[in-house]
């Protein structure tokens, strides 16, 4: 299957991140123009070779900062095609249990995993009605669907919180031909996950624990969400993509 993304742009945050490293690289590779937001600056090298990949550091519960990068991106492109928010913290250490998590903690998660989404929506979706078209993919996770006795708490929040969002915009924005889409990873190898570097035991327990007997990889969610943008998925809107290696399949 072809995918064609000519003359296409796109906005992607969260962008240095080991997923949205990855998204962005094939959002290059199709030729679509690419605006990379994050407070880490990718490599030298990697925006060398992707070339329709132009970089910004801004953090994304600045609001002023944020719409000012994405307006002039849109000034010079004419169009914003795709948003693909790949935002979030996972702090393991301060993220427990909604009993005895820090209200401070709390409120911080939701600013950059949630805020931010609707920071984003307020910037770009406006844009995308000036040209009748939008396809937008946010990365949630697995953790937003099921409880935890070792729980992540504002983060398993917030995610679920970003699904009933995404799926209003999709009803919201229909009309306008934008559609809204998330993506749930499970266990994927990133930075966010050092604690498989410091122990790769518990690495491997839990690839025991996984039916397709391995956690995934960036490419896995890029693939993924790329399809979700393109033409192919035009009928396909205020849905959630599970991409966990069977997880959630299990009883």
């Given at each position: 299957?072809?995918?064609?993304?000519?003359?296409?742009?796109?906005?992607?945050?969260?962008?240095?991140?080991?997923?949205?490293?990855?998204?962005?690289?094939?959002?290059?590779?199709?030729?679509?123009?690419?605006?990379?937001?994050?407070?880490?600056?990718?490599?030298?090298?990697?925006?060398?070779?992707?070339?329709?990949?132009?970089?910004?550091?801004?953090?994304?519960?600045?609001?002023?900062?944020?719409?000012?990068?994405?307006?002039?991106?849109?000034?010079?492109?004419?169009?914003?095609?795709?948003?693909?928010?790949?935002?979030?913290?996972?702090?393991?250490?301060?993220?427990?249990?909604?009993?005895?998590?820090?209200?401070?903690?709390?409120?911080?998660?939701?600013?950059?995993?949630?805020?931010?989404?609707?920071?984003?929506?307020?910037?770009?979706?406006?844009?995308?009605?000036?040209?009748?078209?939008?396809?937008?993919?946010?990365?949630?996770?697995?953790?937003?669907?099921?409880?935890?006795?070792?729980?992540?708490?504002?983060?398993?929040?917030?995610?679920?919180?970003?699904?009933?969002?995404?799926?209003?915009?999709?009803?919201?924005?229909?009309s306008n031909n934008i559609r809204s889409n998330?993506?749930l990873p499970g266990p994927i190898d990133t930075?966010?996950?050092?604690?498989?570097?410091?122990?790769?035991?518990?690495?491997?327990?839990?690839?025991?624990?996984?039916?397709?007997?391995?956690?995934?990889?960036?490419?896995?969610?890029?693939?993924?969400?790329?399809?979700?943008?393109?033409?192919?998925?035009?009928?396909?809107?205020?849905?959630?993509?599970?991409?966990?290696?069977?997880?959630?399949?299990?009883?």
């Amino acid at each position: 299957m072809k995918l064609s993304f000519k003359g296409k742009s796109a906005v992607i945050t969260g962008a240095s991140g080991g997923m949205g490293l990855e998204i962005s690289k094939k959002l290059s590779e199709n030729n679509i123009s690419v605006l990379m937001l994050d407070l880490q600056s990718p490599s030298k090298d990697f925006l060398l070779k992707n070339k329709n990949c132009k970089f910004k550091q801004v953090d994304v519960t600045d609001f002023k900062k944020l719409k000012s990068h994405i307006d002039n991106f849109y000034k010079n492109n004419k169009s914003i095609d795709y948003l693909i928010n790949t935002t979030g913290v996972l702090w393991f250490d301060k993220d427990v249990s909604a009993v005895d998590i820090s209200s401070d903690i709390w409120d911080k998660v939701f600013e950059i995993n949630l805020k931010s989404m609707m920071y984003l929506s307020k910037i770009v979706v406006p844009l995308m009605k000036k040209n009748s078209f939008g396809s937008m993919v946010h990365i949630s996770s697995i953790d937003a669907l099921s409880g935890d006795d070792k729980p992540q708490d504002a983060y398993g929040a917030s995610k679920a919180a970003m699904i009933r969002l995404s799926k209003s915009f999709a009803i919201q924005f229909a009309s306008n031909n934008i559609r809204s889409n998330i993506v749930l990873p499970g266990p994927i190898d990133t930075g966010m996950q050092i604690r498989w570097k410091n122990n790769p035991k518990a690495k491997k327990n839990l690839e025991k624990f996984i039916p397709l007997n391995k956690v995934g990889k960036p490419e896995d969610i890029s693939n993924a969400s790329i399809f979700l943008l393109s033409d192919q998925a035009s009928y396909i809107t205020g849905t959630e993509l599970i991409v966990d290696g069977g997880i959630t399949s299990k009883p």
